[in-house]
């Protein structure tokens, strides 16, 4: 039986909700939630995320400012433009835009985040926390698949949980936060020697690698769950394998994630689809830590 969609729109529709209620009652306190994107330079790409960002806080009754610094901000400047809105009880939180301009150590600066206010939860003090269990903040797209998993399981207690993937803001975040869940994580990577073993183990696969058609449908064990971070833009063809093309004649791209979709979704019980799955997820969690951060220290 094919496997069932998660879809990744329903969950984010029902937290964006939960977080506008959240939204409503912390300004009944009085405290109005507002995060304040800083970017250094002008960069078209970030733009697009950015108008998308600020959308969406406005949609959550969430405050969002940009602060547009020149492109020529030294690291020290930065670090003190930051601490200054630190100290600003008007500012809740922080978010830093990336890519920085070279020569910026971007861990260093997002680490000067007050951790309160971190609400990608990727500063120091945040990370130190997951270790010990006590993250309130943590990188969005490692709580994303969390909440994604859990919505097609009662309980990972005990499930043998497959990352692909080591990076700061899934892999190792996701390993953490299902160590905490009691599942058993296993991380692969590059020099993993035979990742088909451990992804044929895996009751739970989530694949962030940035690779797609990594993941096929036999190295899935039948029945397991799986979820697909990676986002990958690809040339799009016909059934009959013929480039599709555009208006101007240029071939069309299309995003797939790591997973060869149409063949994993005969093997695996619950898949996520890309786009529409972790996506969305992680989009609206960071309207979540922005809530969590007007909570205060
Ligand atoms: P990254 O490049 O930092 O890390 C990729 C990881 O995959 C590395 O640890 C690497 O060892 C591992 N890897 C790569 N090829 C592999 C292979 N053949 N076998 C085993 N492991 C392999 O990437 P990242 O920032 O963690 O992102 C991963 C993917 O997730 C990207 O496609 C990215 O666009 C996507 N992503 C999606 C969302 C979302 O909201 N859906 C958010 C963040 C990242």
């Given at each position: 039986m094919p496997a069932q969609l998660i879809s990744g729109e329903v969950i984010a529709s029902r937290i964006k909700?939960?977080?506008?209620?959240?939204?409503?009652?912390?300004?009944?306190?009085?405290?109005?939630?507002?995060?304040?994107?800083?970017?250094v330079g002008e960069n078209p790409a970030s733009e697009v995320y950015?108008?998308?960002?600020?959308?969406?806080?406005?949609?959550?009754?969430?405050?969002?400012?940009?602060?547009?610094?020149?492109?020529?901000?030294?690291?020290?400047s930065l670090v003190a433009y930051i601490e200054g809105l630190n100290k600003d009880s008007k500012a809740t939180g922080i978010i830093l835009q990336m890519p920085l301009p070279k020569g910026i150590n971007a861990q260093k600066v997002q680490s000067s985040?007050?951790?309160?206010?971190?609400?990608?939860?990727?500063?120091?003090?945040?990370?130190?926390?997951?270790?010990?269990?006590?993250?309130?903040l943590a990188p969005c797209t490692a709580v994303a698949s969390v909440e994604l998993i859990k919505s097609t399981v009662p309980a990972v207690r005990g499930k043998e949980v497959v990352i692909l993937g080591r990076s700061a803001i899934v892999g190792k975040p996701l390993a953490l936060l299902m160590l905490d869940l009691d599942a058993t994580p296993t991380i692969c990577h590059t020099k993993t020697r035979d990742l088909t073993f451990h992804t044929r183990r895996a009751d739970i696969l989530v694949v962030a690698a940035g690779k797609p058609g990594l993941i096929k449908a036999d190295m899935i064990k039948p029945g397991a769950v799986v979820i697909d971070v990676g986002i990958n833009r690809v040339p799009e063809y016909d059934v009959q394998g013929n480039p599709v093309l555009d208006k101007k004649g240029k071939q069309k791209m299309k995003t797939v994630g790591d997973v060869d979709f149409e063949g994993a979704k005969e093997v695996a019980s619950f898949i996520t689809p890309v786009p529409g799955g972790v996506g969305p997820v992680t989009t609206v969690m960071l309207l979540r830590n922005a809530v969590e951060s007007a909570k205060g220290e």
């Open positions: 909700e939960e977080v506008k209620r959240e939204v409503e009652s912390l300004k009944q306190e009085g405290k109005e939630v507002h995060l304040v994107a800083i970017q950015l108008r998308s960002q600020s959308r969406l806080c406005e949609e959550a009754g969430i405050k969002h400012t940009l602060h547009t610094l020149p492109a020529d901000t030294s690291e020290e985040i007050a951790p309160h206010k971190d609400v990608e939860g990727m500063n120091l003090a945040n990370m130190g926390q997951l270790v010990y269990g006590k993250a309130r």
